[in-house]
């Protein structure tokens, strides 16, 4: 859009006839066949459309003449409609015209005077001229005998054009005829000239961008971000200056680039704090727009009050039309609606995750994105690993030579508290091509971000498929339904190379090492050796038990940090989901903004190596160009917990989505949660989770229903500590919240139902774990199954599953930063819910079965009916019997921990004083051992119930905010 500017000089030959036969340029020689792909419509017809990756061709406008257009397709222009206006003093009105330009799928409206055609027909004329005369230009041309390039280029005739008495309608059909005449002429239509006159940039074509908006050279006012932290509050609101830009507007937001050399600028997201404002009043300019989303307030000036209108009802139909979902808030709160039919497959344990994400990395053609909390580049994804084609860095590795544009977050860890290394991840990984980008976030002491951490596991494609949910691609992850305790491979009779013991300082930490160091070493990384006969499942430092003994040394990642000789590993339980189409573009953004924000505010991500991230559009969403297996249709939200620190905007939709799914549940509740924290006293708790859990028990026993609660939660928290000694201040801590909100002091859920019901709570809610056994050198031992999921099923027709944890932290969005997803089944199959038949949700059903199959032991004994989830055979019968069987089986052949029967530190230093079965009589332990089904067990309600489990004050887990461990 160009409108009204200041008048232009007369032109000097306004009846100029340009020949055609000398300038038309064949398009084919023109153009780059590369820059476009052939793409199959709906209808069976096939269409050249820009591919996507064109986003990243950064190059000045003018050297990407003649490769704006898409090749073979018209430009088509028809002057609808005339605007009769007065500028400044002027008396005489002046006419407006607006054009309507068709180029295949896209559509515009540009708005120009006649004074500005005129300009136009100059510069075309000179351009005929210097390519004319000028030798080298006349190199480029290339004469062609086409009767179609006979015709002669139609002339402006300024005396008649200009003249009153010309009726309107004959000038409008003039002009319309001039310019569809230039416009089948490649010589004219790619000239740079004419490319700015149509408000047409690299950007405008590209089909999964979506619909083409208005566009055209703008003043913008520096400043307007809202950064958390330390930063000169008021600074840009004096100080700024004006910069000349190129707007572009798209259906869900808006950008501004560098003409002379194509750089993306900035990035705005339309979100549910956007609003357009015009005037002085607003921006301190006569002319002036704001543009506000949540994280800034950007300003632009203008030439005109008209040009200003002009703009900010361009961008509020485009945003209206196509945008409308982003700018108010959804169900539950959430950045994005409901989306209907949308394609979506659960993952229980890493193995089938590992493997679906892997699949997809190779499918791959234009961006990956992946944020964790945790990434290690040497994890392998296929299992056992033959050779390192599936090792994470080298696949990225592989997809970057391809082409595709790797993206990565993570977050960077406070690394006293955490020995993570997310800054070996970044190395490594860049390391590799200059197509992997990775960011850490937050910087601690410049954004105030201490405490609180980037908490999201996501991994995108294409922005076409997402991956979500509990699971990082790091070490320890993945699992299968085996949970096996060891893994020596062919080495049963030998010892795996062992690090030397953590001495309580990092020692050669990576951390500590300068940059040229750490390159060097990460170069000289050893190498996992010859894997052909490898039958391994976790390769060096993926071998662990982080109870314990935590990670070291994550930079040595093939080298054995647990005695797998001695020591069981921890089985590792999660959940995972993958979403298609249009849930997966929420995804998608979600990422972009966070991508953005801290390119924004962070100096060290400013250059133009990292580049902004643009938003596919969701009009293009359903052209699935692969679907994971196995998938089922459903209605899909994202939901998330962000605040101004993570992302530049606010929202715990995670939490509300909890609670309303929770109070509107009919029948049962079942939870996977790494943490148990809640039920609010609205000082040290404040999420309602568990509140809600009671108010929907209370609700069901006064109406005299059957209702279930199911909670299974690991035994102990994943901090490094002695369980036989009592754990560490930081086990403790947690279990003191977690106990806290299950059957201790007054909020508790238990003494809430109990004070009701009585004992009669039993009907209702069951507190569960899970546990399992095996023998390593002729050894029989126990470990528990570390629950690291993040998920809830309800009813057998709804389904949560995301990052975020049952406390405070991941719930309240000014926390942690998470990731969600609400699934809700649109198709249904047949069931049973309390002895009734029962339409059961598809998705909801398959996940609630093959999590019963695996803890009860249905999957080794098909006898036990888990198809009915209420009912007083399966709740009393089953699911009781089956855990309080294994808990005492388990008790009595390991004298394992945590116990019901340890009440105090006494309690557990007579307890562990005592052999266990398995130690005093294996062959009788073993006979014991058959009785175990699944994995289920009770959660140890009265563990150290006779204790005070909060830190000392003195100690340093003692000074650590309370809100550190809820």
Known sequence: MSAPQASAPSLDRTDSHLDAEALQVDDDDEEDCEDEVDALRGDGTVSRIKPFTQVYNEKCFKDQSGKLFIRGLPIIARVEATERYTSGSKVRTSTLYAVRLTHGEFTWTVKKKYKQFQELNRDLV???????????????????????????????????????????????????????????????????????????????????????????????????????????????????????????????FLLYMKPEDGFISFVLLFDSGFKLEVGKKATDKKYGVKIENFSRSLIIKCSSYRQALWWSQEITDMTEKCGKDFLIPQRFESFAPIRHNTLAKWFVNGKDYFSAVADALEQANEEIFITDWW????????????????????????????????????????????????????????????????????????????????????????????????????????????????????????????????????????????????????RERAEPGDLKSNYLYWIGKDYCNFIKKDWIQVDKPYEDFVDRATSPRMPWRDIGVAVHGKAARDVSRHFIQRWNYIKTIKNKYKSTFYPYLLPKSHSTADELPFVVPRSQAANVQILRSVDRWSSGSCECSIHSAYIETIKSSQHYIYIENQFFISCADDRSILNKIGDAIVYRILQAHRANKKFRVYIITPLLPGFEGDITTGGGNSIQAILHFTFRTMCRGDHSILHRLHSEMGDDWRNYISFCSVRTHGELQNKLMTELIYVHSKMMIVDDRKVIIGSANINDRSMLGKRDSELAVIVEDTEMVPSVMDGEAYQAGKFALSLRLECFKVLLGAISDPTINIQDPISDHFFLEVWNTIGSSNTDIYEKVFRCLPSNTVRSRKDLLEFTGQESLATTSPEEAREELKGIRGHLVFYPLMFLSDEHLLPPLNSKEGMVPVEVWV
């Open 375 to 522: 990434l290690s580049p040497e994890v392998f994804l296929k299992r056992p690993a033959k050779d390192t084609e599936w090792q994470l860095d080298l696949v990225l590795k592989r997809k970057a030579m391809q082409g595709v544009k790797v993206y990565v977050l993570l977050y960077k860890e406070v690394e006293l508290a955490l020995n993570i290394n997310s800054d070996y991840s970044k190395r490594m990984l860049m390391l590799h091509h200059p197509n992997i980008k990775v960011m850490r976030h937050p910087d601690h002491v410049s954004s105030i971000v201490l405490l609180w951490a980037h908490h999201e596991k996501m991994v995108a494609i294409d922005q076409t498929v997402a991956f979500l949910g509990g699971i990082d691609l790091a070490y320890g992850r993945w699992d299968d339904h085996h949970y096996r305790l060891t893994d020596l491979g062919e080495l049963s009779e030998t010892k795996a190379p062992l690090e030397s013991e953590h001495n309580g300082q990092l020692g050669e930490d990576i951390c500590a090492v300068r940059a040229t160091e750490l390159e060097a070493r990460i």
């Open 126 to 252: 000179r351009h005929k001229l210097i390519a004319t005369y000028l030798p080298l230009s006349r190199l480029k041309l290339r004469r062609t005998e086409t009767p179609e390039t006979a015709a002669e280029m139609p002339s402006l005739n300024s005396s008649n054009e200009d003249t009153p008495s010309r009726r309107a309608s004959s000038k409008q059909k003039h002009l319309e005829q001039y310019l569809n005449k230039i416009l089948k002429l490649s010589f004219y239509r790619n000239y740079h000239v004419m490319e700015e006159f149509l408000d047409v940039s690299p950007l405008s074509f590209i089909h999964d961008l979506g619909p083409k908006g208005v566009e055209g050279m703008i003043l913008k006012r520096s400043g307007g971000h809202r950064i958390h932290g330390l930063n000169c509050i008021g600074r840009h609101q004096v100080c700024y200056r004006w910069s000349k830009r190129w707007l572009v507007v798209k259906d869900s």
